[in-house]
């Protein structure tokens, strides 16, 4: 579970965070460690625990925690694992601050670990631990690390917030060659103590952090993490998120399409899209994002503003700008007239604009057109494309420089977050990133990646005004599956109609009552056998549409009796459920509710009938959910082209299909304690109603 962050344990983070003096307790590592510190330019008191030396990078060792002189505000623990509960209660005891435990061989080992690990947290009373089975933390603001490895980084007095559930791959990010700002780097481990939750609680409102990073394997509290992430969207803090590992959570006892569509990683943008968090999918767009971040900022919308002083950069910006949804918008007759007399005559007034080679270099030219194109296109955020020569080909270095520094000027000027953009990510060396750094322009490092960090940050920026305008309503933990009942059919449709969703006519019955219940309900009819082996009544050949008279239904009864047998012999029974054939719809959908042991209820639209696993069309939100949201998510479908009207087809009343299908979410989330599946597939969609035309449903029989 989540760590309790009281008032104590908070003080004792920032005793951790920024200590007075640092204990270190081991040997080799330890060693290492008083060498990050000082890499660090850590300046205050050191001290080290050591029965068996006399020394350690130049410093006394004391004999036992009991000698330190007082209690230390952090401590660096590279002890063996079953000497750590002990050492862990002394520290305690006598009011250590908190502990950075880079010792190994707990939870994640075996069974004996998990028991240490246990010993180990309580012991800690008020103190804050990261770890155990972590690198650590790296204060670059108040250059303090305990670090167990080589680290880079640089600090321009402001940065991004990184926490990672990787130790190597935290260590990576301090020597990558991007000039990413960094103020804090904690590698969470086993988090048995602070976990990612709590250290976005923690960071998200301190001014010198702008932004997050998180690298998420897995999450342990999902309430918790969308907590601390709507506290960060408040404070103005975006988190940029990298999930990596696609493997199932926790125990999935799922029937449906859609709970095998919708698996973890569905779940997980889910999370990210409720919470206001950026999500990306590798390293280099994780480092790009955060940068243009904490540099430029995040613009207020998605229109940007693009130079380039060749015609196939203002291209490659264009044709990846308009695929992910950013706009350029076109000059009009007022920035044409503005633009046209500081261009060559070989120029074209457009965005984004090749100023061309005649004026490259030259300041006195390219600046007033960098300013003309700010003051008269509309834009909330603006781009350069340069890229630098190579070290040794520096003639015209400073040509490049000419143009960058005019353009970070003239974004200065008109208040845009701005870029510059090398194509080739390694065509912008060190110094010129610097010097742009300083000049609040972010050094970008390749085309597509400095696109999606902008488009990124501005979904931020919009969402976070959702966020303060109108939260989401707290998620509701999940928890384990039992073992789930399955409804048949005719009950699942029972329950639904009672929620208020339309369902066919129809009536569930013997073999021998067929022929008077499909005169009752009125042919055309459809035939369905039911059975606890049925929930895929087509896969077992359970299902015959259109019937038109009596002799039809009778032969497709017996139809149907033989293709069961030939599917599974015990999948037969005398149960049918015999319903009025429904008119063709406008569009089909598949919606699943189902509960995941970790996220709690979630809801999955898509594209229905036999297009559900062929073209994969879903998104999934978790519950509870605003009829806003939902009408987003169907936004998101290709089939949102149906419902809208396509080829001459009527509309959808979209507000009739939102409020059905919120109704439907308000009675799972009512029913959130028996509630373990539910699946209509398809839902036909009409101009003004929607049609539950199958439906499998599970309960929880506790």
């Not at 789930?484 to 929620?499: C, F, H, I, Q, V």
């Not at 696993?613 to 169907?634: M, Q």
């Not at 009343?653 to 398809?682: C, F, S, W």
Request: hydrophobic fraction near 50%.
């Amino acid at each position: 579970m989540t760590a309790v962050m009281t008032q104590a344990k908070r003080q004792n983070f920032e005793r951790l965070l920024n200590p007075r003096h640092i204990a270190f307790v081991g040997g080799a590592d330890a060693a290492v460690g008083i060498g990050e510190a000082r890499r660090a330019g850590y300046g205050g008191q050191m001290w080290v625990v050591n029965p068996r030396r006399a020394q350690i990078a130049g410093l006394p060792c004391l004999p036992d925690i009991a000698a330190l002189p007082e209690p230390p505000d952090a401590v660096f623990l590279a002890i063996p694992a079953a000497l750590v509960p002990g050492a862990v209660a002394e520290l305690a005891a006598m009011g250590a601050g908190g502990i950075v435990c880079y010792s190994a061989g707990f939870a994640e080992a075996h069974a004996e670990g998990r028991a240490l690990e246990e010993a180990l947290k309580a012991a800690l009373g008020d103190m804050v631990l990261i770890g155990p089975n972590c690198y650590g933390l790296i204060n670059y603001i108040g250059k303090s690390a305990l670090w167990p490895f080589a680290h880079g980084g640089t600090c321009p007095g402001y940065g991004a917030a990184i926490i990672t559930q990787s130790g190597m791959f935290s260590s990576d990010i301090t020597m990558s060659q991007r000039s990413l700002p960094l103020a804090y780097m904690a590698s969470a481990g086993n988090q048995t103590d602070l976990g990612i939750a709590e250290f976005i609680d923690l960071l998200c409102e301190r001014p010198e952090v702008r932004a997050i990073g998180v690298h998420i394997e897995g999450l342990r509290d999902i309430p918790a993490f969308e907590r601390a992430a709507l506290k960060a969207a408040r404070a103005g803090t975006p988190i940029v998120a990298l999930k990596t590992g696609s493997s199932a959570i926790g125990e999935r006892l799922t029937l449906s399409h859609t709970g095998s569509l919708a698996g973890s990683n569905a779940l997980y943008l889910a999370l990210f899209e409720r919470a206001g968090v950026i999500s990306v999918t590798n390293p280099s767009q994780f480092l790009e994002t955060l940068k243009f971040l904490c540099i430029a900022g995040a613009p207020e919308g998605r229109e940007v503003l693009g130079f380039t002083c060749s015609g196939g950069g203002a291209t490659m910006l264009a044709d990846h700008g308009e695929r992910i949804g950013l706009q350029f918008a076109a000059p009009d007759a007022a920035a044409l007239a503005a633009l046209t007399p500081l261009l060559p005559p070989i120029a074209t007034v457009s965005n984004p604009l090749d100023y061309t080679t005649p004026i490259w270099g030259q300041p006195e030219h390219t600046a007033p057109v960098f300013e003309a194109a700010a003051a008269h296109i509309p834009a909330q955020a603006a781009v350069l494309v340069q890229d630098y020569p190579a070290a040794g080909l520096d003639e015209s270095r400073q040509l490049y420089l000419n143009d960058g520094l005019a353009f970070a000027e003239a974004a200065r000027q008109a208040g845009l977050p701005a870029a510059i953009c090398a194509t080739i990510p390694e065509n912008i060396g060190r110094e010129v990133r610097d010097l742009y750094v300083a000049r609040g322009v972010a050094p970008m490092q390749g085309v597509h990646e400095t696109l999606n960090a902008i488009r990124g940050a501005a979904w931020w920026r919009a969402r976070q005004r959702e966020i303060l305008s109108a939260a989401p309503a707290p998620l509701i933990p999940g928890r384990p599956n039992a073992a789930p009942r399955l409804l048949n059919e005719a009950e699942g449709k029972a329950r639904l109609a009672a929620a208020g969703i339309a369902i066919p006519r129809g009536r569930a019955c013997s073999g021998a009552q067929l022929a008077e219940a499909a005169a009752d309900i009125g042919y055309p009819v459809v035939l369905k056998m039911m059975g606890p082996a049925l929930a895929h009544k087509s896969d077992a050949g359970a299902v015959t549409l259109n019937i038109a008279d009596e002799g039809a239904l009778m032969q497709a009864a017996n139809a149907m009796r033989h293709a069961v047998t030939q599917f599974a012999a015990d999948a037969v029974t005398d149960t049918f459920l015999v319903e009025r054939m429904a008119t063709p719809p406008l569009a089909e959908l598949v919606v699943g509710i189902r509960r995941d042991p970790q996220f709690g209820l979630a809801m999955t639209l898509g594209s229905g009938g036999i297009l559900v696993e062929l073209i994969g069309d879903t998104v999934s939100l978790l519950l509870p959910a605003r009829s806003a949201e939902i009408d987003a998510a169907l936004d998101g479908l290709k089939v949102a082209r149906l419902l809208d009207g396509f080829r001459g087809k009527s509309a959808v009343d979209r507000q009739a299909l939102v409020a059905a299908l919120t109704g439907l979410a308000d009675y799972a989330m009512a029913h959130a304690a028996e509630i373990a599946e539910i699946e209509i597939n398809p839902l036909f969609v009409y101009e003004r109603e929607v049609l539950a035309v199958d439906v499998l449903m599970q309960v929880d029989p506790a």
